[in-house]
């Protein structure tokens, strides 16, 4: 009888895939047996059927599975009859750790059925959902490796895990109100449940443990519980994220069928939608809420006895990372909150709700973190030998990204990375995904900020370890992220990178941060830039928006204007520190332009209380009524925004709204560094369009970009963020290209 050894690469541990197998095994009758090893799942079959068998394995999979390879060969070996689930063998991780997963309907039925034996209980799971990669501590992922070992299994339980026949099948998080995790309130309940929902009907702030850390709690819809949440966390304007069933959300936004696909999804993240109807101060000056559905069994419990909208925000101290242990909860939010929702399953890490949104050009994601970590992505064509690489990222939107075997672990979202307990999450990060994955880096790549915390992390590291080290120009390793993402080859060719963000150094000493690019993974040009201007103050210009409009305002000629519409700022000093270049770098910086237009038109003057919020209400306010744009000048590569800033004047003079002012700015933006991309791909310089950078989120300029661009090749972020996070993929990429090309 013929016998084939099968090997299985991708996310396949931990999705249900070894009695996926087996059942396959039965329903074609074959002898053998299935295994989880170090390298993903290791198959040895005999029958008359195989053909079919290994057809199945990847058009059948299981919903959680991603089958990234299925390599088969003959094999000599004798099998016994019968086909079983044998235990993992050996250790370290070449295999995808599958992420967390929200709750499945078969689960949720359960909850929901008096009938059934977990009914009401708050940690339901199977191998189709629940943890993963929260409850991980190492590989292979067996229930000792998670933070469920410390719960032994009742009779029940452990039939379900032992039968392949069961979706509960090897679930390692499988429990039971009788011998899994509790759940209770502070202060004590008899009903933690019911208590917590009367409570947040009261208008109560709740800090409620979930997956991935603690969530702050109020009713969404009581305008006075959101400013209480907002008056304890000193959190003025900052958008809160919601939660809320189908219904709910259906109630309140309007949502498309793709919009709806997303919050369905596994990973239940945030998602961006257009609605209202509720107060204010949920969101303040925003065009869109931040959704997302129950994806736990606990949320919902509250949200069927809640039945309403509930803001759901990380639980955390100011620029601090989310909390995730009971006493820490207890410690640092009790500031916050009146009551506690609890439970005794420990977190392995903290990880934030991803945040994503659909734009009419696909999806984007924001922020990357729970349920799509850690996935990783393919490396384009050229890259299949790669060296080992870990790169750092940067100094905002902290994220780690390994390359290992033709793959690129981009990590979690870690915040920003000046506060301590930020930087301590980095560096475990860095320890975790390292025992995690394996990995043995032979290069180390970081910004070419050298006062940038990960880039003295990195090079401290190289240097001890004598590694070979790569810095990396921020703008360039956001051009090679998008090429990453989108599967250019190594050698595809130049393409033109339109890459538009805060900040970040350039070769020539200055700020960077509105740039247009010629490169590949090996090397760059600048080619055209945002004209620069001074950031007064330094890192106080990206907190004050008036001091980028008064610079842009007197560089334009428009100084009795800027008197006029800062009347009461210290516009004396301001100039005195451009005038003496005193801690006043200058900076072709995008994001800062965005906040000059903002302040000028009133949306956010003096100042912003979070990263981003000047340009986010200039999104929000603006109405797509088409046209040009505003104009810049364009002379020596160099995009001057003043004539810009006449026409805003003489529009408002005009009348013209603050809408369709907004919608100006936004094209004219677009088209300027359009119309010069277009120049390379017509002289045959560029093959294609890149566009990347944090202003990239901004779905209204990417739209009038992508317009004014018309038929020309244009690669964009769908699964990796166009910000600073999707920054150390880029990075690794050029370093893994610089290290192949000299061996």
């Known amino acids: 009888m013929r016998s084939r050894k099968i090997r299985v690469r991708g996310q396949v541990q931990g999705v249900g895939f070894r009695p996926f197998v087996w059942q396959l095994a039965q329903k074609y009758n074959l002898s053998g047996h299935v295994l989880n090893d170090p390298e993903g799942v290791l198959i040895f079959a005999a029958g008359s059927e195989l053909g079919a068998f290994e057809a199945a394995l990847t058009t059948e999979a299981p919903p959680l599975a991603r089958v990234d390879a299925v390599h088969a060969e003959d094999w000599e070996g004798t099998l016994a009859a019968g086909f079983e689930i044998v235990a993992s063998q050996g250790q370290g991780a070449e295999t995808r750790v599958t992420p967390d997963a929200a709750t499945c309907s078969d689960c949720l039925a359960e909850i929901r059925t008096p009938s059934e034996r977990r009914f009401g209980y708050a940690f339901v799971n199977c191998t189709h959902c629940g943890p993963r990669f929260t409850i991980l501590r190492a590989l292979p992922y067996d229930r000792e490796q998670t933070t469920m070992a410390p719960f032994k299994m009742c009779a029940a339980c452990r039939a379900e895990y032992e039968n392949p026949a069961d979706r509960r099948f090897h679930a390692q998080p499988v429990a039971c109100a009788d011998c899994g995790p509790r759940i209770w309130m502070e202060p004590e309940a008899e009903d933690p449940i019911a208590s917590a929902a009367d409570a947040l009907k009261a208008g109560q702030v709740l800090a409620i443990k979930g997956l991935g850390g603690f969530h702050l709690s109020v009713d969404a819809t009581n305008a006075r519980a959101v400013d209480t949440l907002r008056q304890r966390k000193r959190r003025p304007s900052k958008p809160f994220a919601l939660m809320g069933s189908e219904q709910t959300i259906a109630r309140y936004c309007s949502v498309s069928d793709e919009e709806w696909a997303l919050l369905r999804d596994p990973a239940a993240p945030i998602v961006l939608l257009e609605?209202?109807?509720?107060?204010?101060?949920?969101?303040?000056?925003?065009?869109?809420?931040?959704?997302?559905?129950?994806?736990?069994?606990?949320?919902?419990?509250?949200?069927?006895?809640?039945?309403?909208?509930?803001?759901?925000?990380?639980?955390?101290?100011?620029?601090?990372?989310?909390?995730?242990?009971?006493?820490?909860?207890?410690?640092?939010?009790?500031?916050?909150?009146?009551?506690?929702?609890?439970?005794?399953?420990?977190?392995?890490?903290?990880?934030?709700?991803?945040?994503?949104?659909?734009?009419?050009?696909?999806?984007?994601?924001?922020?990357?973190?729970?349920?799509?970590?850690p996935g990783t992505v393919p490396l384009p064509q050229g890259f299949e030998d790669a060296p080992q690489v870990v790169a750092y990222g940067g100094q905002m939107k902290g994220a780690i990204c390994l390359i290992k075997n033709g793959q690129a672990l981009l990590g979690h979202h870690l915040g920003e990375l000046n506060e301590a307990l930020s930087w301590d999450a980095f560096c475990q990060a860095d320890r975790d995904y390292a025992e995690l994955f394996d990995h043995c880096p032979e290069g180390v790549a970081v910004d070419l900020h050298p006062d940038f915390r990960p880039t003295r992390y990195g090079v401290d590291l190289a240097r001890d370890q004598g590694l070979r080290l790569e810095h990396v120009q921020h703008h360039h390793a956001h051009l090679a992220a998008c090429l990453a993402e989108n599967g250019w080859p190594l050698s595809g060719g130049k393409v033109v990178g339109i890459v538009l963000d805060g900040l970040g150094l350039g070769p020539d000493g200055t700020v960077w941060g509105g740039e247009l690019l010629l490169g590949d993974y090996l090397e760059y040009e600048r080619r055209a830039w945002l004209k620069p201007a001074p950031l007064i103050g330094g890192d106080r210009a990206q907190m004050e928006p008036w001091r980028n409009a008064l610079v842009r305002l007197d560089q334009a000629g428009l100084s009795d204007w800027a008197d006029d519409l800062f009347a009461d700022a210290p516009r004396a000093m301001a100039r005195m520190a451009v005038e003496k270049q005193i801690n006043a770098p200058l900076s072709s910086s995008a994001g800062?332009?965005?906040?000059?237009?903002?302040?000028?038109?009133?949306?956010?003057?003096?100042?912003?209380?979070?990263?981003?919020?000047?340009a986010m209400r200039l999104e929000a306010m603006a109405e797509a009524s088409g046209g040009a744009g505003f104009d810049f000048r364009v002379a020596g590569g160099e995009l001057d925004p003043a004539p810009m800033f006449h026409d805003i004047r003489a529009a408002l003079v005009a009348g013209t709204s603050v809408g369709r002012i907004s919608d100006l700015f936004h094209a004219g933006l677009g088209r300027a560094f359009a119309q010069q991309a277009l120049t390379l791909i017509e002289s045959g310089d560029a093959k294609a369009v890149a566009l990347s950078g944090g202003c990239f989120q901004n779905a209204r300029l990417l739209s009038e970009a992508l317009k004014w661009l018309g038929d020309a090749p244009v690669m964009i972020h769908q699964k990796t963020p166009a910000n600073d996070g999707g920054l150390a993929l880029g990075q690794a990429l050029i370093a893994a290209a610089q290290m192949m090309g000299e061996r």
């Open 275 to 373: 609605g209202g109807g509720l107060p204010d101060t949920v969101a303040p000056g925003q065009g869109r809420l931040g959704w997302m559905l129950p994806y736990t069994p606990l949320h919902h419990l509250l949200l069927d006895r809640f039945d309403g909208a509930l803001v759901m925000t990380s639980g955390n101290l100011s620029g601090e990372p989310q909390v995730i242990d009971n006493e820490e909860a207890r410690t640092k939010l009790s500031a916050f909150a009146d009551g506690f929702v609890m439970h005794d399953r420990q977190i392995a890490r903290r990880l934030d709700d991803s945040v994503e949104r659909i734009t009419p050009h696909g999806p984007m994601v924001l922020r990357r973190a729970r349920g799509r970590v």
């Open 592 to 614: 800062r332009l965005f906040d000059a237009v903002a302040a000028v038109l009133g949306l956010c003057t003096m100042t912003q209380s979070y990263e981003g919020e000047a």
